[in-house]
């Protein structure tokens, strides 16, 4: 189906040839139409364009009201002020509209594709192999994941990359130990669980790191390990590979448990790039883009300095040969542009690492890898918080691992489904307690803005009242409830009915998805989506308040406002699902 114009893109036809036919040089000018709380919409744009014709603006909005097409479409428009127009949609063009997108069988409710899509390649959720996940690699996921969902669904060619930890001098103290202990990772059972699998990681980093700390010997053994697995020694690679394999085993659990898709193609770790940090050195030093100073190559830049007023490098290749994360970032990006055809690079990362990137992006660009083709970004975001505004931790000081915080969401938000559960079963209660805790978890991420701390409350995400993912699943349970007590009278618009006040508030936000879906995903801004979402839920509620839905007057009205319901669940449920949060039949 082809996608639904919005009542506030018609409007905006309309006054734009109002305009235009009025006075000829506002041909492409902007009526700058707004919602406006006097009237639906208010239009404040003739001001600008009455002073630079040297004209009088409430003749000028005079004018171009008397050259407005009507139609079907507004109800009544007027000036307002000293050259405003205020505009009032007819409650048939709202039922229309709306009955248009309830017509769309894609699910899409009629909201269009971007006009002209790229390829976006997102880097986001990187573990470390051999680590457990904490709560800091929560934001990457959550909004990485989010953001995906939003440009894909606007038609933009995503490609993923999950950039783990999977390289370094660790890992020669690791297969060293792995090496000298070779029963440490063997399992009971054929199929380990990712819970097991981190925990004997875990327990053979710890020993592995008393033993390189204490014994000399070992830690000269695992450094020559180090220079094996960079020159690709079989053996060496191969005890790697495993401890790769056993990470990814946890990994996917916790993505799993975190309601994401994360797929084998698409972790491409640090590891991945090393067949190209030489030459990545090579062309940055040929170029001059990169200089030696003391050894290392390094990339210097006229307005980054220190404290002390000296200019602070990117160092690229230390001077003892070895490479550091710059090699391989700028590696990733002569990858991803030239390799993968990106037209934009986005880097969700933690904000605390926006130096390091603006370097990066700034090397690359000087080396011609970065181009008014292509866009690099990194969406910066803040820090989780306790309740007392510090960074999250335990009790004894340490980080909060993100399986332990989950769980005890899902618990949390299974305690309020069995309390209001009426007709569930307790495998349901479960499986709603799951879909309610993950959610609360990822839309207080999401309903923040990414670059702001935010604190992680788990009593205020599993309330019922609030801009909580609970209350809008609340919202989708209680029309879906609506709809099965209708029994056999079905959802059908009818544009000939008058509508009362909540109803075209409700309306009217119904029909500006779209234009919420595009700013999110323009902006890389879940949050804008999450605050839309609250507002229709909320606009929902008044609605169920003042406008009685199966005891309504007529028959019509009866179908009408079921109407209303069931293009408002299906907002909710389309909005939710972009922000990767699932919307339960029952509560």
Known sequence: MASVTSLTDSVQQRLASALSATLPEAVDADPLLRRSDRADYQANGILALAKKAKANPRELAAQVVARVESGDLIKD???????????????????????????????????????????????????????????????????????????????????????????????????????????????????????????????????????????????????????????????????????????????????????????????????????????????????????????????????????????????????????????????????????????????????????????????????????????????????????????????????????????????????????????LSEEEIAERGTQVGIGAVKYADLSTSANRDYKFDLDQMVSLNGDTSVYLQYAYARIRSILRKAGEVRPAAHPELALADAERALGLHLDSFAEAVAEAAGEYAPHKLASYLYQLASLYTTFYDKCPVLRAETPEQVQNRLFLCDVTARTLHRGMALLGIRTPEKL
């Open 77 to 423: 428009i007027e000036v307002s002020g000293p050259g405003f127009l205020n505009i009032t949609i007819s409650d048939s063009a709202i039922t229309a509209t709306l009955a248009e997108r309830y017509a769309d069988d894609t699910g899409r409710l009629g909201v269009p594709y971007a006009a002209a899509p790229g390829t976006t390649v997102i880097d986001y959720a990187q573990p470390n192999v051999a680590k457990e996940m904490h709560v800091g690699h929560l934001r990457s996921a959550v909004i990485g994941d989010a953001v995906v969902q939003l440009l894909e669904f606007t038609g933009e060619n995503v490609v993923r990359r999950h950039h783990i930890g999977d390289w370094g001098t660790q890992f020669g103290m690791l297969i060293q130990y792995l090496d000298e202990h070779p029963h440490e990772l063997d399992h009971k059972d054929a199929q380990v669980s990712g819970e097991e699998a981190m925990s004997n990681l875990d327990r053979l980093y710890k020993a592995a790191r008393r033993l390189f700390d204490s014994d000399e010997e070992f830690k000269t053994r695992a450094r020559r390990r180090v220079v094996d697995l960079q020159a690709g020694d079989p053996h060496t690679l191969a005890v790697w590979q495993r401890f790769v394999d056993e990470s990814k085993i946890y990994f996917f659990s916790v993505f799993e448990k975190l309601d994401m898709e994360v797929r084998d193609a698409d972790i491409v770790g640090e590891s991945g790039y090393n067949d190209m940090l030489a030459e990545t050195c090579r062309l940055l030093e040929e170029s001059g883009v990169a200089v030696r100073s003391e050894g290392a190559l390094c990339v210097f830049f006229d307005d980054i300095k220190g404290p002390d007023g000296n200019p602070v490098p990117l160092i690229v290749q230390k001077s003892d040969g070895g490479y550091g994360y710059a090699a391989t970032d700028l590696s990733a990006i002569r990858d991803r542009v030239f390799q993968l055809k990106a037209s934009t690079l986005l880097y969700v990362v933690d904000a605390r690492q926006a130096l390091h990137f603006r370097m990066v992006f700034e090397t690359a660009r000087k080396a011609g890898w970065l181009n008014d083709d292509v866009t690099a970004v990194q969406l910066a975001f803040g820090t989780v918080l306790g309740k007392d505004g510090k960074p999250f931790k335990t009790r004894a000081g340490e980080t909060v691992r993100l399986v332990d915080l989950l769980d005890e969401a899902i618990e949390r938000a299974s305690a309020v489904v069995r309390e209001k559960a009426q007709d």
